[in-house]
């Protein structure tokens, strides 16, 4: 299959992974579709006219669902605006109204690929997405935690003063209030973090703690300042859509569906998970503490919750 992506929501978070997948020439064809054909269609032109200066040749265009039948991704960025004050959660009944409306029209464009959602609450959304379509669990992922593991390796590397690309360390749990690190998991090179905390070497416990609290909170200074995130999820969606066409192989901590691993099933939650061409090729499960197990059976919990109001059985008729 050629590597055709298509987005569909070509909002701030939808332009930005469209602009990340042009600037590393992640693709050769990308179509853009949302309801706002005419914001599509000046976006593709807008895109088209850096194409000089991109690693790679590209079609770039406004299309339509017709056009996802040989593509090889779809990722679903159309969504609510956040809105200062309002948690993920706080979006989910006008989310699912959108998921619907989107998942019906890929089903009946004959699309074969795989879905990668966005959308917040977006563990929610992407249970919801795998439900709707009927595909299977491995070809529908959320980003789940990718970009809050991002965040937290940019945190941590910031303070230990080592390359972000040496911070091995993971984010899990729901993309929002409850999600928490296994420190136990994190390192910096070779060096388990919690071990360096406990010598004080270049960083405290309590300093990790706060990097936690920062990560888990950063979204709402970012719409604060800005009224919106979409650099850092745009290159997440990026990254994820890198590993699945490229057939990597690689460990990122994506919105997954648990089937009796970390003793939970029927629910989609973010986990170190393997990705290549065919979506999630495994979930990792760590060995969690009690802590650690406590704090993530509390966050399926929430999920589960927020599954059960959406009425998705009714949803499917
Ligand atoms: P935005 O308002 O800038 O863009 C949303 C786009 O979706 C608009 O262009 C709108 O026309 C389009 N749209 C709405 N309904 C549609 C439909 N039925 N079909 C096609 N297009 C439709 O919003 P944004 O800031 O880009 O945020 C989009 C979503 O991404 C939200 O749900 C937001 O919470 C989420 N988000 C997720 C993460 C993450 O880490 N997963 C991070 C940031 C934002």
Known sequence: MK???????????????????????ICEELVLIDINKEKTEGEAIDLNHGLSFAPRKMKIYSGDYADLKDAALVCITAGPPPIEGETRLDTLHKSIGVMKNIIGSIKASGFDGIILIATNPVDIMTYAAWKLSGFDKSRVIGSGTTLDSARLRSALAD????????????????????????????????????????KNKGISFEELADIE???????????????????????????????????????????????????????????PSVINKDGVREVIELPLDKGEKEKFDKSVVVMKENIGKLDLENNLK
Not at 247 to 256: D, G, K, Q, T, Y
């Open 3 to 25: 590597s055709k992506v298509a987005i569909i929501g070509t909002g701030m978070v939808g332009m930005s992974y469209a602009y990340s997948m042009v600037n590393q020439g």
């Open 159 to 198: 303070k230990l003063d080592i390359n972000q690309k040496n911070i091995h360390a993971y984010v899990i749990g729901e993309h929002g209030d409850s999600q928490f690190v296994p420190w136990s998991y994190a390192l910096c090179g070779v060096q388990p973090i919690y071990h360096m905390a406990s």
């Open 213 to 271: 609290d920062e990560v888990r909170n950063i979204a709402y200074k970012i719409i604060k300042a800005k009224k919106a995130t979409y650099y850092g999820i745009g290159m997440s969606l990026a990254r994820i859509t890198k590993a699945i066409l490229e057939n990597e192989n690689s460990i990122l901590s994506v919105s997954a569906y648990l089937d009796g691993q970390y003793g939970h099933d029927d629910v989609y939650i973010s986990v």
